[in-house]
């Protein structure tokens, strides 16, 4: 299929074609992890579907017209771009890649209409100084051949939000050239979910594994709209050194609409802790696997998902740990490394932070996945 790349089909020669969300997706899946199942949809799909409408010129000129310095005027052409995006037709074989993909994808899942995430990962989030984070669209518990499709177009719209187009401006990235890869994958229905650094990013401290979590999908955490709980793991021993159990408030979960949307958390589990002490060092040890194939500190997103384990999950039992995402961590690791002294720690300590202490640049891998 000219348009679609398995995750499991990922190579290096796919990364300009498909994102940086959709390259994690398929080089961790093709490194072994557990990571849910999907395909990308390539950039060239939304430069077909936009150059087969004969939009490109119009879309150019909308966002070019419009004064940066004038928020009504971008939101004005935003609407007016989102609008044209998310309404053009799209090529019939451009369609049926989609769909037939989306339909093996159930056939896989053995399951009708299996559920999906629909996420933008579009080029322009690749380049070395951008920050794109928040800018383009994503949609959960999306079902359907037409749903999807549909929400793939708004993903593409989401190329034109206001923020977006004003953070190209500021950053005088070129409309030229500007596309978007879209992410298809089955939805995992976690108990509960967070992000995971390996290393504390209170301090740069590259021996421990810092998580946060809270109940349900992940969304919560990200978007700062709960206090998580925090846990620390030594990677040496691979114990939980601390423990801050917060008041968790709300939830995104499955409500009866088929949404995932915020709800209150029952009373019963708002003060307890989101995870075991087992399923923290889970967490940790799939974090530190994501670390060791990358060679340097990941920022990663998890889900603890109920059920039996998928192959290569970590954790036993009902529930194990799948990877939804990981990212270089961007802070300290563009710090140049503490001295023991400067870090108020013991000589000791400084050994055993340098023996964790992952790679500076990623080392060679093999691009025949």
Not at 92 to 108: F, N, P, Q, S, T
Not at 242 to 260: F, M, W
Not at 350 to 367: K, Q, W, Y
Request: hydrophobic fraction near 40%; charged fraction near 25%; charge should be negative.
């Amino acid at each position: 299929m000219g348009h679609i790349v398995w995750f499991e089909h990922y190579t290096h020669a796919h990364r300009p074609a498909v994102g940086g969300k959709n390259a994690s997706l398929g080089e961790l899946t093709c490194a072994g992890l557990p990571v849910p199942p999907g395909f990308a949809v390539t950039a060239a799909a939304y430069m077909r579907a936009r150059d087969a409408a004969a939009l490109t010129g119009e879309l150019a000129s909308l966002v070019g017209a419009a004064d940066p310095d004038r928020p009504e005027a971008v939101a004005d052409a935003g609407r007016k771009a989102r609008e044209l995006v998310a309404s053009m037709p799209l090529p019939a074989r451009l369609g049926d890649e989609v769909r037939e993909a989306y339909e093996a994808l159930c056939e896989r899942c053995s399951a009708a209409d299996v559920p999906v995430a629909v996420r933008s990962s579009a080029t322009c989030e690749d380049r070395p100084d951008a920050s794109f984070a928040g800018g383009h669209d994503s949609y959960l518990w999306i079902r359907g051949t037409d749903d999807v499709l549909r929400h793939l177009r708004r993903c593409w719209a989401s190329l034109f939000t206001d923020r977006a187009i004003c953070y190209r401006r500021q950053m005088g990235y070129p409309e030229a050239g500007l596309a978007m890869s879209v992410v298809v994958q089955k939805m995992v229905q976690p108990r509960a979910a967070g992000v995971a650094f390996t290393l504390n990013p209170r301090d740069g401290d590259r021996s421990q594994v810092a998580i946060d979590a809270s109940w349900g999908f992940g969304e919560a955490v990200v978007s700062g709209e709960v206090n998580p709980d925090n846990f620390l793991v030594d990677k040496v021993i691979g114990e939980v050194g601390r423990r801050v159990v917060s008041h968790k408030a709300i939830e995104y979960r499955l409500t009866g609409a088929n949404r995932v949307e915020p709800a209150p958390v029952d009373e019963a589990r708002r003060d307890v802790p989101s995870l075991t002490d087992e399923e923290v060092k889970a967490v940790a040890a799939l974090a530190r696997q994501a670390e060791k194939h990358y060679g340097c500190p990941q920022d990663v997103e998890w889900a603890l998902e109920d059920g039996p384990p998928a192959a290569g999950a970590a954790g036993q039992g009902p529930s194990t740990v799948v990877l939804l995402q990981s990212r270089p961590e961007t802070v300290w690791s563009r710090k140049p490394p503490r001295t023991a002294a400067a870090a108020g720690r013991s000589y000791m300590d400084s050994i055993v932070s340098t023996l964790v202490a992952p790679l500076h640049a990623a080392r060679p891998r093999n691009d025949s996945h």
